[in-house]
């Protein structure tokens, strides 16, 4: 109901509401994570987006799934093509792609990086949880 509500207020799309919200969160959300494992000498510390969306699901899988047992985290599969040039492909049983694609411009800006960021919805599918999920392309890559 808050994004229904938001959407009305801001005039704008239920999609957009998401991706805002996940681009100004990234920051707190990174933040909060490094707090969390400040004195964790196994914790990576990323210096830049493309490392970090490369380690996304070592970051979900091994990192996050020690403080949160039973979360669902989303999966992805990741090619890296360049040092500043990666494709992810995203699948989650919540299946909330826009909010994933402004968390991915948040990370992007908070390393101070211009980078153009596409998404595209495949035709292919996950099941997850006995049920079929859309994959979604996403592809960031530095416009320097």
Do not use: W
């Not at 495949?122 to 392309?137: H, N, P, Q």
């Amino acid at each position: 109901s808050l994004i229904s509500n938001s959407k009305y207020l801001f005039n704008c799309s239920a999609n957009e509401i998401m991706r805002q919200f996940g681009k100004f969160t990234y920051k707190y959300l990174y933040i909060r994570l490094t707090k969390m494992y400040e004195n964790n000498q196994d914790f990576i510390q990323y210096y830049n987006p493309y490392d970090f969306l490369e380690n996304l699901n070592t970051l979900h899988f091994e990192q996050l799934k020690k403080v949160y047992p039973n979360a669902k985290f989303p999966e992805f599969e990741v090619k890296r093509l360049s040092s500043n040039h990666i494709i992810l492909y995203y699948s989650s049983f919540r299946d909330i792609p826009y909010l994933t694609y402004g968390l991915i411009e948040g990370c992007v800006e908070y390393y101070g990086y211009h980078s153009s960021i596409t998404m595209n919805k495949t035709d292919k599918t996950k099941i997850i949880l006995g049920k079929e999920y859309t994959i979604y392309r996403f592809e960031v890559q530095s416009d320097e």
